[in-house]
């Protein structure tokens, strides 16, 4: 999950780095080994270099970063248009896709594991983050965008009808991995993810 909030008033601390974050680092290094942490951590990277850059560019400017178990959280300050709150969300899987296109490019030329982890885990995390679900930023994208072409308030609307339908897609998802899969839980793991994601920030009118 990426997260970008436009504040108003400073904050402390320019990079946060939660024990939630922490733990999923060492998750992954445990379950999938060195290689494939530090091809998460390339992936992630590159993202959320793509949405500071189109933050600064747009004019904004970086308060601060935070690290946690669900993805990152970006902090600015600066006024965007909805046009520009949708390239800056945007921005990160643009980024992504151009780091799997490189990946795959260079691993045709000089083959290596790293390259293909790395364009594999940066290609999934590009798709998950175009789901249209309001914490990700395919969601936040649709909503900018929906606001400029029918308003904010049936932009809302619109974000919470997607929402639902996500989280049942991820639901089915999850479901169907598990008895035709040989007992993947990682959809249903990632579909409770996006319900917890949903309600802790008020989308479903729960916190």
Known sequence: MNKLVNITQESDGLVTITP????????????????????????????????????????????????????????FRGPLSYTGDAVAALSGPLAGAMLTGAALFFYGGAPGPFLSDLAAVSALYTLVNLIPASPLDGGRAVFALASVLFGPVRAETLSRILDILCCLAADAAGIWAIFCTGGNFSPLFFALFLHYSCCKAGIFGVK
């Open 20 to 75: 939630g974050f922490l733990l999923l680092l060492t998750a992954t290094a445990v379950l999938g080994g060195l290689r494939m942490t530090a091809a998460t951590l390339l992936a992630a990277a590159v993202h959320e270099a793509g949405h500071l850059l189109a933050i600064r560019l747009l004019g904004g400017r970086i308060v601060s970063v935070g690290l946690y178990a669900g993805g990152a959280g970006i902090r």
